[in-house]
Structures are given as C-alpha cells and as structure tokens.
C-alpha cells in the first residue's frame, strides 16, 4: 500500500486542482498512526492539515511520516505506529524527533532510545529541561552516527541555514538511517527552493514578504525556505537519497501533501 515514489516522477503533467483532486473529502481507511478505522474527512485547512484521524486526530502530514517509517523501518510488516512502536524493530531505534510535541512525542514517551530536542532560547545546548534536551540543529551536540531516525515535523522551512542542518543530520545519522521530515510544499513543485529570508551578520535580511508559522510554543516562527524539488539534490550533496513518500491513492496525486524520507546508504 505504501510506496517510495520519485517526486519528479510522480509530479501530474497537468497542474492539479487540490480541491477537485481531493472530492469526495472524505475516504474511509485506516491511520498509519493508530490503527484506527474509519473516514477520514478533509476540512478547509488544505490536505496535508486536514483528514484527521477519527481517533487520535494525527493530520495527513504526520500520517505520511508514519508511514515513511513504517515502511523504511518495519519492512512493510506493520500497518500502524502505535503497533510498530511495540516491537523490537522499533524499540532498538536510537530516534532523535526535534519536537515538544505532536503525536510521535506521545507515541515515543518511554522508548528506550528516544531523545526529543528543542531550541531553547535559555538552555545551553546539550542541557534538558523536563527531559527535553536542547539542541540547535545547525549545530548539535551528539556524537557523529547517534541515530537511526530522526523525526523533524514541519521543522526544516523554519531553519536559518538549511545547508548546515541537512550536513548535521546526514552526521548524526548512522548508515541505513534516515530523517523522516515533512514541509510545506506547494504545487506545481518550483525546480529551485526559494529563499525568504536570511541570516546576515545575525540579523534577519528579508528577501520576500516575511510569513510566519505557529512554533512549538506558540510563538511565530518566520519561514526561512520554500522548498522545491532541489530537495533530493540539497540532500544528495550531503549524501542522503531524498524521495517523497505517499500513502493514499488519491494523496499521490498532491505532492504537497508528501512526507520526505531522507536515508543514508
Ligand atoms: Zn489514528
């Protein structure tokens, strides 16, 4: 049911109308995250927001991640998380999410290799709070082949140099891991990523109209990048092989509402 579809590959020739494509907004299936049955019904807030989970409300975007994990790490042999999550497969997982929450925060609480990071303005890195420990991800702390996943949802488009995050992350990696991301991205997929802004002598230098996202803690985060299919070749100069993943019939059709798996050979 799930594949790994090359984005370029995968693109429509024509563009797609998201609303039509997405008629009816609703489809009965199952979530990769909790196993639940039932319909999955779309809202206004855009597919990869929308189609929750009639039981634990995990949106599309953190259901393709599920199921990017699902089939890179449980083989095709587990069809939700929370089941997954049970089984040594998982449990000899090093994960790294940088997360204060969302579902895998709550799906990972108590495994055994799971380190959940954030970036504290008033932590030192390296240090926790309430068993958070903080992490800035153009730089991190952890020793070189640390992970075998690493989690980061709706992360990358906020990151000030996203050059130096994806080195970090293929770094802390170890072989055969892979980072396991969603982002916005929007259709027709642009060839080239757009910058919106940077940083300069650390101050921000905006380049478009700055737009905002709700962070972790309800603060306004800006968007640094739109990314565009350069994607797989920013992971490429860092040794990652990037390919979107998409669960649903209909969702193959939107390559916005893709995760990204990012493994290292
Ligand atoms: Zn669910």
Known sequence: MNDLTDPVAAEPAEPVDEAAALRPRAYAGQCEMCGAKGAFVGTSLGARESFPCPA????LRYREQAGAILTHFG?????????FVRFPECQRLAILEAAIRGPFTRHLKGHPGYVQSYLFEDVPPGESRDGVVCQNLEAMTFADESFDLVITSDVMEHVADVEKVVAEVARVLKPGGAHVFSVPLKFPLRDHSQVRARLVGGEIEHLLEPRYHRSGTD?????????????????????LRATFHRSHPFVKRLVHSAAVIAVRP
């Open 56 to 59: 634990c409300r995990a949106t």
């Open 75 to 83: 083989r095709g042999r587990f069809s939700f998380f929370t089941r």
């Open 219 to 239: 603060t306004p985060s800006l968007v640094f990048t739109d990314f565009g299919r350069d994607l797989v070749d920013l992971h490429a100069r860092h040794g």
